[in-house]
């Protein structure tokens, strides 16, 4: 009757792995850095050509680009302790697996 609380655990490990947080925040991420790119050349661009007549365009585009780049460096931040969270209960979910025998029958099947 041990393996109830175990199996319990490994339940509910296992259905907070099965949707990974940490891609989430690593895709907006690299999404807002493709913004991020574009936006300040965009702003190169238009400093480039209207630098003595209108340079609040190449301005604005400048603080859209840096307000995207903080929005992708929170967002790779959140994944990167999203993603030690979760390689913690991987792991945990590995011991339990060991613990309740579930990997053991694998480890037995004869090598062809």
């Known amino acids: ?4 609380p175990l199996r319990a655990e ?3 490990v296992l ?3 099965s949707t990974r947080e940490s891609t989430r925040h690593f895709a907006h991420g ?3 850095s493709l913004l991020v790119v574009a936006l300040g050349g965009t702003s190169g661009k238009l400093w480039w050509d209207f630098s003595t007549t209108n340079p609040e365009y190449a301005l604005a585009f400048a603080v859209l ?3 995207a780049l903080t929005y992708a460096l929170v967002r790779f931040l ?3 302790r999203v993603n030690g969270r979760e ?3 991987l792991l945990r979910l590995r011991e339990l697996r060991k613990s309740l025998g579930m990997d053991a ?3 037995h099947t004869p090598q062809a």
């Open 1 to 4: 009757m041990q393996t109830d």
């Open 10 to 12: 490994h339940d509910a």
């Open 15 to 17: 259905s907070s792995l």
């Open 30 to 32: 690299a999404v807002s």
């Open 65 to 67: 680009s840096a307000i």
């Open 78 to 80: 959140l994944g990167a």
């Open 87 to 89: 390689r913690q209960q």
């Open 105 to 107: 029958a694998a480890s």
